[in-house]
């Protein structure tokens, strides 16, 4: 939806409020005007059991009883058929007050590796030796995933796809499923029931990454928890609106993303240090007991201020002359691209001094495609195409 083919912000507006009246008449959603949460959140249970889970609307972690891991459904926004998208939700309460930590994943729906972390290290904790909360939530764009592939499906002007990490913090009273799901997921499950978040990523479908972090250094927190990960490389960078940890931060909760290797696959050898990483986060803030493993020193960390990205100038078959984490210097060549008949078509070079950050993983691409990010000290390109984590 593009402000230009609506006619501006003043239909926009009129849209919402042609909504909101519509809401009214209806009753729904009448103690939640607008985007607004709730000063207190309470648990609400709707009665539903699935699969033996039962089913929330809304979560206060500290309704929970302590020592325990609880397994919950998380209603959703409804589909056009009536029924919900439900989110899986696992709380490890700990016996004694702490920190509430909380990591997400599957807010690209083709991301798998960072749902087999998360589900790892919710493995590795014994509540009764936990002080504090780690909430996690693991399928927040369910129909997403479904068909892994990274933008959720929705129905409102036909079918179309809808980037979710966009759209955060969302709004509960949305014209979108998206922003609506974001809007209820952020106000009445992560917001009120966390102190500081991790939000795990991968790469995307064609583009293959590194093990990385975005976050931004100069917030204290998120420092020191990208700083216990044992992963070689971080972006030093707040990304754009809309992401889901830059949403945690404007709430004034520290946050940011991990990103765990490539999509649609488990990187079982990657996963490893993002489980440490965490488990010594957990242990950093006093929520599980132990001493801290291998930190980012370990992994001799490479800190790049930008993601210089390199676009494909021609439609062709690319073939790729460095691999994922090589250092490149300007003027290196990085690939080189054929049409049909086998003739060169373009020749691709690094830019700038950095680290290979992520690369395309079709051998085909169309102009404007990102072939390669380089992690790099240089300033940030204006209007440059980011990195789509
Ligand atoms: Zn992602």
Do not use: C
């Amino acid at each position: 939806m593009s402000k230009t083919f609506l006619g501006g912000q003043g239909r926009r507006n009129f849209m919402q409020s042609a909504l909101i009246a519509a809401i009214a008449l209806t009753g729904i959603g009448t103690a939640q005007a607008q985007s607004g949460a709730p000063a207190k959140i309470s648990t609400v249970y709707t009665g539903d059991v699935i699969n033996g889970k039962k089913v929330v609307s809304s979560l206060n972690t500290s309704d929970l009883e302590p020592g325990k891991k609880h397994l919950l459904y998380f209603q959703g926004v409804q589909m056009s058929t009536g029924q919900y998208w439900y989110v899986s939700v696992i709380v490890a309460k700990g016996v004694k007050p702490g920190k509430r930590i909380t990591l997400t994943s599957g807010v690209h729906g083709d991301e798998m590796s960072s749902v087999h972390t998360v589900q790892t290290v919710m493995n590795q904790l014994n509540p009764a030796e936990m002080s504090g909360t780690v909430m996690a939530v693991l399928d927040i764009a369910r129909p997403a995933m479904e068909s892994m592939q990274r933008r959720w499906p929705s129905t409102g002007r036909g079918f179309e796809l809808t980037d979710m990490n966009r759209e955060w913090p969302g709004n509960e009273n949305g014209l979108g499923a998206v922003s609506r799901q974001a809007g209820l997921v952020f106000n009445r499950l992560l917001k009120p029931n966390t102190d500081l978040a991790i939000d795990f990523h991968t790469g995307t479908t064609g583009l293959d990454v590194a093990a990385f972090h975005i976050g931004d250094m100069r917030i204290p927190d998120v420092k020191t928890m990208m700083m216990l990960y044992p992963v070689p490389a971080i972006w030093d960078n707040p990304a754009y609106p809309g992401v889901l940890h830059n949403a945690y931060i404007d709430a004034g909760i520290p946050a940011f993303t991990p990103e765990v290797g490539p999509a649609r696959r488990l990187d079982l050898d990657m996963i490893p240090i993002f489980v440490e990483g965490t488990m010594n986060v957990f242990k950093h803030y006093g929520v599980v007991p132990g001493a801290i493993g291998r930190t980012a020193v370990d992994a001799n960390v490479y800190i790049g201020e930008s993601a210089v990205p390199v676009l494909s100038t021609h439609g062709g078959f690319i073939q790729l002359l460095v691999k994922l984490n090589a250092k490149v210097a300007p003027g290196q060549k990085l690939a080189i691209q054929r049409n049909a008949f086998g003739e060169v078509v373009a020749e691709y070079t690094s830019p700038v001094n950095g680290l290979v950050g992520g690369l395309r993983s079709d051998a085909t691409s169309e102009p404007g495609n990102v072939l390669f990010f380089i992690l790099a000290d240089a300033e940030p390109v204006p209007g440059a195409a980011p990195y789509s984590e």
